[in-house]
């Protein structure tokens, strides 16, 4: 993963074997029922996902350890052999990452050359280690990504200090830009002596490290999920993936089944009604688990779920609408998992408990697994 891009057919047969291994297999040994996309699988927990790797977003953060290392450590064997090659067909004291030519593992640098433009800045010093049209010096993006794609080339391969040393009116700028304004917002401090220093935008330390352009990858995007809070409750894992599935509607009632094309009845287990079994009824608004609450009220003062249009309104009405103890949240997660798990017992195994027995449980679980913590 660290000296070429994977292809996309390996990709695809590593992600297989890793489903098949998360979701597990059945009896028969064929392979569960996917209960959300891999995609989702793969995001970050703060943005709605389980946080497992993406390896193609990972293996691109990897790579662009070799640019970083090809703009910042002139004293590596890698800098010097690439810059003994490469520098003299870019007019400026760095190696060109725009030459076509070279190995799979250059041409795949290549292909990465602008991700790491965009997550790079420029502070100028001498001027002569950065390139005028090819390096982001100018605080946006690089000059070149300014001009449509079918405009680029030819653009003369000078470094920053001969450009602004010419009239920059008789060089081929793009006509919605001005050169004027690129100077004047340009955070230009010119040293005649040191080295252009090159920053990474994703980090705090402006140091490239593999984590934080991860980090940056597979957040581009993607907006923050309201129930990030699931991983901070004091329950055991399984029971933080259940409630994570009933965030997403994922569990697997009798109207997730029915989705999926498989038969089944579709009145609720517990009220023997004909309402369908979704998770909002079977969770919140069903007789027998509201009886659930209104019991764990009276006992824990845990808040009361007064209406709600979805399952995500519900959890976040009872999660996030009051300041619940430790011991108030961690009762109502176990009511939940306790309520799927007596429906389940009802339907694969014929067995029953009452209300009073399931609060009983509940107590006993919470109780202690808040005290082996």
Known sequence: MSTFLLPKWFLKEVDKARRRFFWGTNQTGGQRMSLLAWDRVCLPRVHGGLGLIDFSLHNKAILLRWLWKLYTDRSSLWFKVANFLLAAQRGCKSPSLWISEGSFFWRDLRSLFPLFQLSTRIQVQAGTDTSFWYDNWGGGEPLLFLTKSEARP???RICLKEGLARNMEILPLPHTLSSHGIISNAPLAFHPVASDLTHWVWSTDRIFSVASTYKALSSAGKL???????????????????????????????????????YTQSGCEFCSSTNLEDSLHLFFTCPFSASVRRRLQVLFQTPCLLSAVSTRQ?????????SLSRLQSTVLAFSLYAVWMERNNRVFRDSRRSVHNLIDWITVE??????IL
């Open 224 to 262: 923050k999920s309201p129930f990030k809070w699931i991983w901070k409750l004091h329950v055991p894992p399984s029971l933080k993936l259940f409630l994570f599935l009933l965030s997403c509607d994922r569990v697997l009632t009798r109207h997730q089944l029915l989705r999926r094309g498989l």
């Open 366 to 371: 919470a109780n202690s697994f808040l005290r």
């Open 314 to 322: 519900a959890l976040l009405s009872l999660f996030l609408t009051n």
């Open 154 to 156: 030819p653009r003369p």
